[in-house]
């Protein structure tokens, strides 16, 4: 079953790294055009506005996956659901939001730039990755969001031409989601579903009662794109820049932990529907062991060849943007193995539980970076951030043990 999953997990792989990837390629030219200190406005607006997907998803990514894996409720009932939640959710968020970037002065400065946003997060949350995902139909997913970033990659470097266009480059990232929430919506017509609008105070109460595991999500979310915004304050633009230089790196194993995070999750779920207990205590023991080595490895290659895998990057590198290189890298293997074990917690419906944690997780998170930095600066920041991560994952660790005793016995 470990090769399966391996076999299967190293062709999406590609992909995900191919889209990962080609957004990275347009940073020398954001770069020459846009400057450091526009590319650091532009990772704070999407840092900001990537905070609202998980709110405006609400745990509906776990749960849909879950519901359509057992094979227990319309595929088109829970397709109407999501779609009318998410609108439901969006509306209430506008004003928080709007207040939110009118009071903070370094997010006033940049209204524009959020206002669309929080466009970008509406659609993104839109995309139904779980009516796929659910149905072990991982390459639709990964090839719809290649076509995303490869349409983003392209107009990007044909059409951006001059210092001050942080807006057009955000814009044409909200028309790659369009085109790829379309291509969705295509496939979803071919396997014959359709929207059914249903009572909108019954959906209202369904995002009431799912509120514990949206927590999860929320605080994926919080502790991937939180700490850019946390560093902005901390370091202004032009040292921001770099350190938002150093999370795109960073940001291929986020999305890498949650493709296979999310295969596994699958996994989890059919084996506790045919309760094969002791296969799955040894399966999950495996996997989170492989996830360290593994990826352990690809950073220690990464970390010892330094310019050659950014070369790259070299219009915007310098020794002082090697510093949260040298440290944040590292923290890819705990960025990694967090996701795992929060899936399979979750597939025990353990959300009331994560919840708490994940509560004192995003608790501490901003301790963990402003102390450190407020001692040695760059550097402290990014150690901080490094031990938050080992913090995290080592903690969700030790709450999965009582799980692995009872499947023991």
Not at 52 to 75: C, M
Not at 385 to 408: H, I, M, T
Request: proline share 3%; charged share 15%.
């Amino acid at each position: 079953m470990l090769s399966n999953l391996i076999k299967k997990f190293s062709g999406l792989a590609l992909l995900q790294g191919l889209t990962v990837l080609l957004p990275l390629l347009v940073i020398p030219h954001l770069l020459s055009t846009i400057e450091v200190d526009g590319f650091g406005r532009l990772s704070l607006a999407v840092a900001v506005s990537s905070i609202l997907i998980p709110f405006i998803d609400l745990g509906y990514q776990l749960t849909g996956t879950r519901d359509i894996a057992d094979e227990s409720k319309s595929k088109s009932q829970l397709l109407s659901s999501f779609v009318m939640q998410r609108i439901l959710v969006s509306l209430v968020l506008i004003i928080p939001y709007s207040l939110m970037v009118w009071l903070v002065p370094n997010f006033r400065a940049i209204a524009q730039l959020l206002a669309l946003g929080f466009v970008y997060a509406f659609v993104t949350a839109l995309i139904p990755n779980w009516y796929f995902e659910g149905q072990k139909r991982f390459r639709v997913v990964q090839y719809v969001f290649l076509l995303w970033r490869l349409f983003y990659t392209l107009s990007v470097l044909v059409f951006v031409r001059s210092y001050g266009s942080e807006f057009w480059v955000l814009f044409l990232n909200v028309l790659g989601g369009v085109l790829a929430l379309s291509i969705c919506g295509v496939l979803i017509a071919r396997d014959k579903h359709s929207l059914k609008w249903m009572a909108w105070k019954q959906e209202w109460k369904s995002i009431r009662s799912s509120f514990s595991i949206a927590l999860t999500p929320l605080t994926v979310t919080y502790m991937s794109f939180v700490p850019q915004v946390i560093a902005s304050f901390l370091l202004g633009p032009i040292a921001f820049g770099y350190f938002a230089l150093v999370d795109r790196i960073l940001q291929l194993f986020r999305m890498l932990g949650f493709l296979f995070s999310t295969i596994v999750y699958v996994e989890y779920c059919k084996m506790l529907t045919a309760k094969a207990l002791l296969a799955l205590r040894s399966y999950y023991l495996k996997i989170t062991a492989l996830v360290f080595l593994v990826a352990a490895m690809a950073i220690g290659i990464m970390q010892y060849a330094h310019k050659p895998i950014l070369g790259f990057l070299d219009d915007g590198w310098n020794e002082e943007a090697l510093i949260p290189y040298s440290i944040v890298l590292w923290a890819g293997i705990f960025v990694i193995q967090r996701s795992q074990i929060q899936r399979f917690l979750l597939s025990f419906h353990k959300e009331k539980q994560l919840a708490r944690w994940s509560i004192a997780f995003m608790l501490a998170l901003p301790i963990f970076m402003i102390v450190p930095n407020r001692l040695y600066g760059l550097s402290g920041l990014s150690f901080g951030f490094l031990g938050y991560e080992v913090a995290v994952s080592l903690s969700l660790f030790l709450l999965s043990l009582p799980l692995l005793k009872s499947l023991r016995s």
